[in-house]
């Protein structure tokens, strides 16, 4: 009996300890991939419902399995590659879109660390796959690989409305790189470290959340990752009007599928990434008044995180369904006229406040 | 403190050669572009042996060249590319054997 | 075998199958993405040798934005692939590959001559190459050459932008495409 017991405390600590970053990776790779699908049907629902339709409500109850249902059209439909594209690039661009969405993850903490006894020996518990000290400059790093996907895309599917997609796609991302990273200055110079974990920590009392010390740099942030992700107002990479499907016009069955995946998870890494840099990431203010135990409080954190994502997820599909598209001119005009002297005007105010204050 | 299994001339010889094909694409390309591309080459080059002799040397200095060296390569990118697009809009061509009206 | 030095041997393959396409594809959009390819086979090598504020810089500048201009430029100018010159120029290519091996060797032998052998050991774990490290001599030593490059860093977007919005070369682009209307 004894023997059982001992085999069952090894491989539990195995589990636990060894195999929990594996784990991690495996589990928020899995989520991300579920909560595209989920978010797919929340959209489409959504948008309905903005526009006072009824949506997609025949697969399952309410809808539910719709995107089970699409994405079954998306396997069993012919995969065509037409005969002018270049073959290997073609086939490249998709993965090329989908890794920077899935890896920007790794950073972003969505609960504190934990320390809790198990089996007489604390076991520390990091709710994050990666705990880098520079794991704010591998975002703006990865952040801006994103673009690869699209340009190659394009280039690739030799189709003029493709090229014009990737053209515009490059000269989108690199202007509100700018003013992303400026936004994302001012809030290191107030928490005084790369870490994302230390900067969810600085955040640690409601007034002290960055929305409330950085209202100017959340609104340019905003902003700049709406660009990033290419979501409307700022989707002119694919704006289906003026240029049929953008980027992906040339591709049909998984590989488009690909595409929207891409989108839908650089739109989940956006939302993370702004409750973490600016809504306090896992804080839940006023939790260590309540005395709970620590697993219960640990789950509340990390349901926190969860709902502060899931707000702005579903602020993202709201602002698609409701404002018109930006002409290009008028986007570069903000990114280089208004947000980055704004940027900068935030930056300079934010040292100073450090510096005397 | 553990020691890399790997010695540093290794890191020395692959710099030397991705020197190498840099100067290699400058000599021997005459699209203005790829050129500039070749440069950035050697450029990369040279940074990877100021990251391995930083190393080597435990000296912080090698990792600050390497960031003054991408100062100036953006610098160059910058202008660089703005004055192929301004030879582009007058002769329409980036092939440098086209581009010659000072030489003589 | 070392996961270290496997690790090595990928990124060094990379890295230089990259540098030959850029110097031996055609095609300058090719050319660019295989130039993609060995800044991050070339951020690997950084963080072997512990560089991981250099490596990541180097993605986000490289890869990030020079290399997105790039492709920008190209994409925009619409640039020809282009053609091999036949005959005696042709063979240049052969001159040009003993050219590159002699360089090769001549800079490895000649120059790092005195660092060779076993005995030059790397190590795996330092403090040198993170943020905390370069930020402060950044921020003291060299703040002069900080300041310096941030000013060049300025005087290049003023040139950029003089370049870009310059009358004269708007004009003369002007002129040339209305002569070419006349001509048609």
Redesign the interface.
């Known amino acids: 009996m004894e023997f059982l017991l001992s085999i069952i405390e090894s491989v539990t600590m195995f589990l636990l300890v060894d195999l929990s970053p594996y784990l991690k990776v495996f589990l928020i790779t899995n989520f991300l991939m579920v909560m595209v699908m989920v978010l797919t049907l929340l959209e489409r629902r959504i948008s309905a419902w903005i526009q006072d339709r009824h949506g997609p409500n025949r697969v399952g109850p309410g809808g539910i399995l719709q995107p089970i249902a699409d994405g079954i059209k998306h396997f069993i439909k012919e995969d065509i590659i037409p005969g002018h594209v270049d073959r290997f ?1 073609y086939i490249l661009a998709p993965m090329v879109a989908m890794i920077p969405a899935l890896v920007t993850f790794a950073v972003i903490p969505f609960g504190d660390q934990m320390t809790i006894p198990i089996y007489d020996e604390l076991v520390t518990f990091k709710f994050q796959i990666a705990d ?3 794991g704010i ?2 975002i ?6 994103g ?2 996907g699209l ?2 895309g ?2 690739a599917s030799n189709n003029k409305y493709s ?1 014009l997609g ?2 515009r796609s ?2 989108q ?2 202007s509100y ?1 700018l003013p992303m990273g400026l936004a994302i200055v001012a809030v290191v110079l107030l928490a005084g470290s ?1 870490r994302l974990n230390d900067i969810v920590v600085d955040q640690s009392s409601f007034l002290h959340w960055n929305v409330f010390r950085q209202p100017l740099g959340f609104i340019l942030f905003v902003v700049a990752v709406f660009a990033e992700t290419n979501r409307l107002p700022f989707d002119l990479p694919e704006a289906e009007q003026e240029l049929v499907g953008g980027y992906h016009t040339e591709y049909s069955s998984m590989k488009f599928s690909a595409f929207m995946i891409a989108e839908y998870t650089h739109m989940i890494t956006a939302a993370a990434l702004i409750s973490t840099l600016y809504l306090g990431g896992w804080q839940v203010p006023g939790l260590a008044s309540l005395g709970l135990p620590i697993v219960a409080e640990q789950l509340l954190q990390i349901l926190a995180f969860a709902a502060k994502t899931g707000f702005f997820l579903l602020v993202f599909i709201w602002v698609r369904w409701t404002l018109p598209r930006f002409r290009y001119d008028q986007l570069m005009n903000i990114g280089w006229r208004k947000m980055l002297p704004l940027g900068l005007l935030n930056i300079i105010v934010t040292a100073a406040f450090v510096a005397f204050v | 403190m553990g020691t890399l299994s790997i010695p540093l001339h290794y890191f020395l010889i692959l710099a030397a050669v991705l020197f190498g094909l840099g100067v290699i694409g400058v000599i021997t390309r005459r699209n203005a572009i790829v050129i500039f591309m070749s440069i950035e080459l050697m450029l990369n080059a040279v940074n990877l042996t100021f990251v391995a002799f930083s190393n080597y040397l435990n000296n912080v200095e090698g990792h600050i060249f390497v960031f003054m060296v991408m100062v100036v390569a953006a610098a160059e990118v910058a202008v660089g590319l703005a004055i192929i697009v301004a030879i582009f809009r007058l002769r329409e061509t980036v092939h440098v054997d086209d581009i010659r009206l000072l030489k003589w | 075998m070392a996961i270290e030095e496997i690790l090595f041997w990928f990124f060094a393959v990379a890295a230089v199958a990259g540098g030959l396409g850029v110097v031996l594809h055609p095609n300058p ?2 050319s660019a ?1 295989f130039l ?1 390819m060995t800044f991050f086979a070339l951020a690997g090598e950084y963080i072997l040798l512990m560089g ?2 250099v490596a ?2 180097h ?2 500048v490289y ?3 020079i290399m ?2 790039f ?2 430029v190209i ?2 100018l619409n640039v020809p692939e282009e053609t091999r010159q036949g005959g005696v120029w042709g063979a240049m290519r052969y001159v040009a590959l003993g050219l590159f091996v002699f360089l090769s060797f001549q800079l490895s032998y000649f120059g790092f001559q005195d660092f060779f052998g076993d005995k030059q050991q790397l190590v795996k774990e330092t403090e040198i190459g ?2 905390e490290s370069i930020g402060m001599s950044l921020f003291s030593e060299y703040v002069l050459p900080f300041e310096i490059a941030s000013i060049l860093l300025i005087t290049a977007m003023v040139g950029a932008i003089y370049l870009s919005k310059s009358k004269l070369i708007i004009e003369e682009s002007k002129k040339k495409k209305a002569v070419e209307k006349e001509d048609h």
Request: aromatic share 10%; proline share 0%.
């Open positions: 690039l880098l000290n520079v400059l591998y703006v790093g990865v952040a801006s690989l673009v690869y340009i190659v394009g280039f090229m990737g053209l490059s000269a991302m690199i790189e790369l | 959009i090719k993405l993609v991981h504020f990541i810089v993605i986000a890869a990030g934005a997105v201009l492709l920008f994409m925009l993170t943020v």
